[in-house]
């Protein structure tokens, strides 16, 4: 089947089909802004991608009248964190409390996630979602970004926009091109991703194990638990020198209710690895270009926020940006002042993350020993009311952002 030809002329063009970029390009087009999203993967089906959907998120579905619907698909509520440290099961976080629509902690797989937003956005009439077209190199005049070239199966492409938007991750073709300085705060860990089947009389709880020197975190998916196996940085070789019989020896110790099912792990093309960076741009902008999500700050799984904050710059990029692209009235102002509102929230997240890794996840990764519980982590259990603030930092953030951009047209 021959793709539909693509709009020379755009009011934003976007790079990148994630979490950001599909929100962007919905919010963008809902309000009146003709939108080009381009997604270099011919579907979105991605495995070990990040599906934790905050409350955060599940509240912007209610602001925009998504929410019912988008809880009819398959997914999994998680209304508390576990950590299993040792033989001592705590309670790190609780969501019962938070001020919002949804107090839980939704499992869904992306693409499903990806897929709503996108036949969403296909109601209106101004949006336009190009699969399979890589983005690959910027437009520019004068000393401002005009448009974006990329390689579609049917061949090259370039489409010209008031503004270009780089959603397109942690490895953003467009923030290289637009030679934007990126500073990295460095991690101490990497993650190995697979998954493993659910059984009958399985525990029930999503959270962390650690013990041994090991951590292991399960996610309930409700037929499967889609597992992360931390280890050191740049570790992976030697993980890999050991042997899949060593690794899954190691799984079973830390969770033992797996020991009958690790021999699922066949091969090393089953386990998957993550690198994990924690970095973000000196700068999110020039003149016609601005980057938001993981091509503006590369986020740790901790706390599985990424895909959370990538929506809460998304929301405010559209609230900011909305009007003036509507009246053709951008200017660099308006893009400044959208990093301006999401660099604080950025840096107050990835420093929190990085005291995790660095104080408690780094020293204890590979101390092959039997771990007790610290007393900072039993005051969780002996003092319930703590729970409430590693939730409203998982949840909802540092600065939670709201629809404020009506719809054109009366469509949702």
């Known amino acids: 089947m021959t793709a539909l030809p693509l709009p020379e002329r755009v009011g934003c063009a976007i790079a990148g089909g994630g979490p950001a970029g599909l929100m962007l390009g919905y919010l963008l087009a809902r309000s009146g802004v003709a939108v080009l999203v381009c997604e270099k993967h011919r579907d979105f089906l991605r495995d070990f991608r990040g599906d934790t959907i905050h409350p955060s998120t599940l509240q912007v579905m209610h602001e925009l009248g998504l929410l019912d619907a988008f809880l009819a698909l398959p997914h999994q509520e998680v209304r508390e964190l576990h950590g299993l440290v040792g033989d001592t099961d705590i309670t790190v976080a609780d969501f019962s409390h938070l001020p919002t629509r949804c107090r839980f902690v939704a499992l869904m797989p992306q693409w499903d996630f990806l897929d709503f937003l996108a036949e969403r956005a296909a109601a209106h009439a101004g949006f336009h979602l190009a699969m399979e077209a890589d983005v690959e190199e910027l437009i520019e005049e004068g000393g401002r970004v005009v448009g974006l070239r990329g390689r579609r199966p049917e061949g090259p492409f370039a489409v010209r926009a008031d503004l270009v938007v780089g959603a397109d991750g942690r490895h953003s073709t467009v923030r290289q091109r637009a030679g934007f300085a990126v500073l990295n705060r460095g991690a101490p860990i990497d993650v190995l991703w697979m998954r493993l089947s659910k059984r009958p009389g399985d525990p029930q709880e999503t959270g962390g194990r650690l013990n041994y020197g090991r951590m292991l975190i399960t996610l309930n998916r409700g037929d499967y638990w889609q597992c992360a196996f931390v280890i050191r940085k740049d570790?992976?070789?030697?993980?890999?020198?050991?042997?899949?019989?060593?690794?899954?020896?190691?799984?079973?110790?830390?969770?033992?209710?797996?020991?009958?099912?690790?021999?699922?792990?066949?091969?090393?093309?089953?386990?998957?690895?993550?690198?994990?960076?924690?970095?973000?741009?000196?700068?999110?902008?020039?003149?016609?270009?601005?980057?938001?999500?993981?091509?503006?700050?590369?986020?740790?799984?901790?706390?599985?926020?990424?895909?959370?904050?990538?929506?809460?710059?998304?929301?405010?990029?559209?609230?900011?940006?909305?009007?003036?692209?509507?009246?053709?009235?951008?200017?660099?102002?308006?893009?400044?002042?959208?990093?301006?509102?999401?660099?604080?929230?950025?840096?107050?997240?990835?420093?929190?993350?990085?005291?995790?890794?660095?104080?408690?996840?780094?020293?204890?990764?590979?101390?092959?020993?039997?771990?007790?519980?610290?007393?900072?982590?039993?005051?969780?259990?002996?003092?319930?009311?703590?729970?409430?603030?590693?939730?409203?930092?998982?949840?909802?953030?540092?600065?939670?952002?709201?629809?404020?951009?009506?719809?054109?047209?009366?469509?949702?």
């Open 235 to 412: 570790g992976y070789a030697a993980v890999h020198a050991k042997g899949l019989a060593v690794l899954r020896d190691e799984i079973a110790e830390i969770a033992p209710f797996l020991r009958d099912r690790v021999h699922e792990l066949k091969d090393w093309d089953d386990v998957k690895l993550l690198t994990v960076a924690v970095d973000r741009l000196d700068r999110w902008w020039r003149p016609g270009l601005l980057c938001i999500g993981d091509a503006a700050h590369a986020m740790s799984p901790i706390g599985g926020v990424g895909i959370n904050l990538a929506i809460q710059d998304a929301v405010a990029a559209a609230n900011l940006l909305a009007g003036p692209l509507r009246d053709g009235v951008l200017s660099d102002s308006s893009l400044a002042a959208v990093e301006r509102r999401r660099t604080l929230p950025t840096r107050l997240t990835q420093a929190l993350q990085l005291m995790v890794q660095r104080r408690f996840l780094g020293p204890l990764i590979g101390a092959d020993r039997p771990m007790a519980a610290p007393w900072q982590a039993l005051l969780f259990n002996r003092f319930p009311p703590l729970r409430r603030l590693p939730a409203r930092i998982v949840g909802i953030g540092f600065r939670p952002e709201h629809v404020h951009i009506p719809a054109v047209g009366g469509v949702a």
